[in-house]
């Protein structure tokens, strides 16, 4: 097997690249100590993936530092066990833990190469893309600097980076999500590993940046015969780039073997709860209305009453909400006298309605605008045009005094639940705040008991009222923030990617929370989300957003089961599908979306809308849609 870069893939050696035996891993002291890992043993043979999964705190990503001899970094210690690799270095396999910082760092990128989950964290912000690449094969090779940067360039174009020439010469700042972690996928395999460590490369990525990743890492492990350890929570992904699967919890193994078997045989409780908390795309046909999520670990958290069922939201009646030609744009400035010289459009003439007690999902990749168009709703931006009428009032035409009343109304549940709470507050307070904003109680036992309530309604415990949000998971910290949006008795909750970032069973149970409250309270939810599993699990109706402008508007089983524009037919297309037996052929979308900047007076061409059949509507530039 010969590829591309020049080198020579051989298949002589195909038994196991890597052993892991009873690895245990601590923290603290020593003489109580907190095991993250515990008695951990697998193998992984060359030119195979081996998917850890898990859910955050389970032990995943830890037991990964040990394989690059990072553990005494990060404050831990290995108490016991060997990580066996079959070095090509020393020509013979070697114990990482026995060996010194010195040789160690021999091995770190050359023979086994780490992508983190965050590469803005990763890449260094002050050096550029390019530089950080020439580092590493400098680093590791007697190359010179024109030699490594030729490479480096090659390697760019090798995961289908846009316009490489450019990008290596540029900082991270200036790439997007996926252009950054295909950048360090590039640095990552510059020095054509033998072992490659995944660690949730994909899971701030929309679906079809997802797709273009996997389906390079897929590529280039082919390519160089590389072996592949995946770390993710992603069950879908998963199934589709893994051979064998490891379940983790609380440090431990439960379950490992072949990929068909312990997704589709699962034989450990754990497991099976896991597989059960998994949104698929499908699971949903003939089915009118959004359904609970059938988890254990829900039913054992319930104890505050009944749990609901969804309610058909009553179309006949007017709108609870109206949205009409909704524009928003950003200026951008530049040149000696600082002109407004081009327009950012995020949000172009966007319109829709959302009636009471329905669900209303807003989806897109990052830059099509929704979250834009969410938080012009909440009043959090000023638009440039456009009406917002709720219960028929047009929101920006009131005084200011009446528009706060609306706010009270319409609750905003932000993706980051650390970031939109106050670090130094006890999360009591941070409850209560809008309450007292509000003026909805007066006396402090009042306010106090109403957010105990809210507490124990989210599923959290009355106790906890005197903590801080340091103190919870990030489950339990998003549970707080609906409690929070819930303190002002709203209507309408705004949710912006709420459960992007949690883990699939803790998902389930946040989402279980949503449906419950809904069918208890007759709330509306504009579900902002670029999953689409999620979306055909909870909504009632699905608006697709590219670059701005909303392009399919429907019933959510019309959409996912007939969808009629091109682009949301390519965003259903690159999600997962869990059914190991079935890899993904297709070649995903390449390149990036086109940008949103244009210059002033150049402003986008506004299409119309046709009803396909009753409430489906399509943009009528739909035929001739183009990616680029």
């Known amino acids: 097997m010969i590829n591309t870069i020049g080198e020579v893939a051989t298949d002589a050696h195909r038994g196991p690249v890597l052993r892991v035996q009873d690895l245990s891993i601590e923290f603290g002291d020593p003489r109580a100590p907190f095991c993250a890992v515990q008695k951990l043993s697998y193998s992984l ?36 066990g060997t990580v066996l690799f079959d070095s090509p270095h020393y020509g013979h396999e070697v114990n990482i833990n026995d060996l010194p910082e010195k040789a160690l760092r021999i091995l770190r990128g050359n023979e086994i190469a780490m992508i983190f989950q965050e590469p803005m964290t990763s890449l260094n912000p002050v050096y550029t893309v390019g530089s950080q690449i020439i580092e590493a094969i400098k680093l ?37 999500g996926g252009m950054r972690q295909r950048a360090m996928i590039a640095m990552a395999l510059s020095c054509r590993p033998k072992i490659l460590i995944a660690d949730e490369p994909t899971t701030a990525l929309d679906v079809t940046i997802q797709a273009q990743i996997l389906h390079i890492i897929r590529e280039l492990q082919s390519e160089l015969d590389m072996a592949v350890v995946f770390i993710s929570h992603d069950m879908g992904v998963v199934s589709e780039m893994a051979d064998d699967v490891l379940v983790m919890r609380q440090g431990l193994k439960v379950e490992y073997g072949d990929v068909k078997d312990v997704l589709v045989k699962p034989q450990h409780p754990y497991t099976k709860s896991l597989l059960a908390a998994v949104p698929r795309i499908g699971s949903m046909e003939n089915k009118t209305l959004p359904e609970r999520f059938d988890i254990v670990e829900d039913k054992q958290q319930r104890t505050d009453g009944p749990i609901y069922t969804a309610v058909a939201p009553k179309y006949e009646n007017a709108p609870l909400l109206e949205v009409a030609g909704l524009t928003t744009r950003f200026n951008i400035r530049s040149g000696l006298l600082n002109k407004v010289t081009h327009h950012v459009h995020a949000a172009e003439s966007v319109g829709f309605q959302l009636f009471k007690g329905e669900t209303l999902g807003l989806v897109g990749e990052s830059g099509s605008g929704k979250s834009t168009v969410g938080k012009t709703i909440q009043q959090l931006i000023d638009p440039v045009g456009g009406t917002v009428r709720f219960r028929g009032q047009d929101v920006f035409q009131l ?21 939109s709470l106050n670090p130094r507050k006890k999360i009591g307070e941070s409850i209560a705040e809008p309450i007292r904003t509000h003026g909805l109680l007066e006396s402090k036992s009042a306010i106090e008991k109403r957010v105990k309530e809210l507490l124990e309604r989210v599923g959290l415990q009355s106790m906890h009222y005197d903590r801080y949000p340091h103190e919870f998971s990030g489950g339990q910290r998003q549970r707080i923030c609906i409690a929070r949006a819930l303190a002002c008795e709203p209507s309408l909750i705004i949710a912006d990617e709420a459960v992007s970032a949690l883990d699939v069973s803790v998902q389930a149970q946040v989402l279980n929370l949503m449906m419950d409250l809904q069918a208890e309270k007759g709330l509306s939810y504009l579900f902002i989300s670029h999953d689409m599993a999620v979306i055909e699990r909870v909504c009632h109706r699905v608006a697709v957003m590219y670059l701005g402008q909303l392009v399919e508007l429907g019933p959510r ?5 007939n969808p009629q524009h091109p682009y949301t037919r390519r965003l259903l297309s690159a999600v997962p599908e869990l059914n190991p037996s079935k890899k993904r052929e297709s070649v995903p979308l390449e390149g990036e979306i086109p940008s949103a900047v244009r210059a002033v007076g150049d402003a986008p061409f506004v299409h119309g809308f046709d009803e396909v059949s009753p409430g489906h509507f399509l943009a009528q530039n739909a035929g001739n849609f183009r990616w680029v």
Do not use: M, N
């Not at 030119?47 to 530092?65: F, N, P, Q, R």
């Not at 089983?557 to 089961?561: T, W």
């Open 399 to 419: 005084p200011k005094a009446q528009r706060k009343k609306f706010r009270q109304e319409i609750q905003y549940i932000f993706q980051d639940p650390y970031g």
């Open 557 to 561: 089983e019309q959409i996912f089961k």
């Open 45 to 80: 043979d060359q030119g195979k993936t081996l998917a850890i999964v898990g859910e955050s705190g389970s032990g995943k990503s830890v037991s990964s530092l040990a394989l690059l001899g990072l553990i005494p970094h990060v404050g831990g210690r290995i108490s016991q």
């Open 140 to 176: 590791h090779s007697q190359k010179t600097t024109i030699e490594a940067r030729r490479e480096a360039l090659e390697w760019l174009e090798r995961v289908r980076l846009p316009h490489a020439k450019r990008i290596i010469d540029s900082y991270p700042h200036q790439l997007s």
